[in-house]
């Protein structure tokens, strides 16, 4: 097991990361932008070192930078969090040049599963259903080319891309020529990638994401689905697992499904498997994310699992403890992501408590959110014995839950979790549209 791990990120997740460091009895370095002298990662970790100023560019995305930090802080690893690093292959190659491990998968495994073509292929052949769809784009005369092939409306998507980032729907091809650029660039400014691929847009339907978790010996746990379509343009606002979608005869053969694609392509780690969920019943495979989602809690919560623990000792060679039939899927959780609005200083905080209710987050009283990051303040995470009980606890939780000084969107998530439609379960991805 490793000593000591910097920690290549920012805001709630190196928070997030260094408190299961801390509970494994590993060291931690955090790493900071000028904008982040005084953030509350930088407090928590053992050591800190500055890597750069404020843009991301200069600090969180310098590569160089964060490894001769890792190596003269005497680091073994290297956990990259979510954004930023973290699906970058030419940084996982970079730490293992440098002697370092990338708490993630390693850097073939990315550029495999990053091949979307390829990728479908693979899930495909071990009888996944996948949208109809592409390889990476060059031009917008490849990209105008397939879009007759596949039959508008397309979705482009940015090869790197997480977060919602990077997303443009395209109607027609006079839209597509103009969306082209619009995502190459946004791809290229977030993750230092501006390659795009092309998918058939399935609408309405429903976001499923299945979390699994798998060691060297091949090993693969599948640890259910999450319910990610209460979205604002392609930005998830709030998570349940499990779905109030997924019949549980369709849950068993999906995760069995994934399971057996996960084993075959040789993943290590954790990651997430995307679907889009049709009116029909039928699920189409999007793409695999490797690395930590944002959403994660969700999964803790209702498994009792620590992913966090549980990617840092897969990297170091760990065995799963635990096994299929071990995973228990009883009761509800449920996410609401707190964000800013607009910048501002936090002038005061108070956060809910009682049993099953969790909020990570990096905010203190008295810090400024800076401009130059994400908006995402916090995660409010609950569970419950059922999922009636859940929305109820959210809300509760929700109204107890104060940020003085700050523009949130905690009002509008109270909305949500209390409208009939979602109440009910019977929402999709067309849920935010016009509100």
Not at 51 to 60: C, N, Q, R, T, W
Not at 400 to 427: C, K, P, R, W
């Amino acid at each position: 097991m490793f000593s000591k791990i910097l920690i290549a990120n920012r805001g709630e997740i190196a928070v997030r990361i260094i408190r299961a460091c801390k509970e494994m009895g590993i060291a931690t370095v955090a790493v900071c932008s000028q904008a982040d002298r005084e953030a509350l990662h930088t407090a928590l970790a053992d050591e800190c070192c500055c890597v750069g100023g404020p843009a991301p560019a200069d600090s969180y995305l310098n590569q160089e930078r964060i490894v001769s930090a890792a190596l003269a802080m005497g680091a073994q690893a290297i956990h990259p969090g979510y954004g930023f690093l973290s699906e970058n292959p030419g940084f996982a190659d970079l730490c293992r040049k440098n002697g370092l491990v990338f708490i993630g998968p390693s850097p073939e495994s990315m550029l495999q599963l990053g091949d979307k073509a390829l990728l479908k292929e693979t899930m495909s052949a071990a009888g996944l259903p996948v949208i109809p769809g592409t390889g990476v784009l060059r031009t917008v005369s490849d990209a105008l080319a397939a879009a007759e092939t596949i039959g508008y409306p397309v979705m482009l998507k940015a090869r790197a891309g997480g977060g919602g980032r990077g997303i443009r729907l395209a109607q027609s091809p006079e839209e597509l020529t103009a969306a082209f650029p619009l995502a190459v660039a946004e791809g290229e400014a977030a993750f230092g990638d501006g390659a795009v691929y092309m998918e058939k847009y399935v609408h309405p339907a429903r976001h499923i994401e299945v979390q699994i978790l798998a060691d060297e010996a091949g090993q693969v746990v599948c640890l259910g689905e999450r319910d990610c379509s209460v979205q604002r343009r392609h930005q998830k606002l709030i998570e349940e697992s499990p779905s109030p979608a997924v019949h549980p005869v369709q849950r068993a053969r999906l995760m069995s499904l994934v399971s057996q694609a996960v084993e075959e392509v040789g993943y290590v780690g954790v990651g997430t498997l995307e679907f889009l969920l049709d009116q029909q019943g039928n699920f189409w495979f999007m793409e695999m994310n490797v690395r930590l989602q944002v959403e994660h809690g969700v999964t803790e919560m209702l498994t009792n699992i620590d992913l966090v623990k549980w990617q840092i000792r897969t990297a170091a060679g760990v065995p799963l403890n635990f096994a299929q039939e071990d995973v228990r899927l009883a009761g509800a959780a449920l996410e609401c992501r707190i964000n800013a609005l607009a910048p501002g200083k936090l002038e005061m905080l108070h956060v809910p408590g009682g049993p099953f209710v969790r909020f990570d987050t990096y905010l203190v009283q008295g810090v400024t959110v800076s401009p130059y990051y994400d908006s995402l303040l916090g995660k409010l995470v609950v569970y419950a014995g059922t999922r009636e009980e859940a929305v109820r606890k959210m809300k509760a939780a929700l109204c107890e839950l104060v940020m003085e000084g700050l523009e949130t969107n905690i009002e509008e998530q109270l909305d949500i979790v209390s409208s009939q439609e979602f109440m009910s379960g019977a929402y999709d991805l067309t849920f935010m549209e016009g509100r």
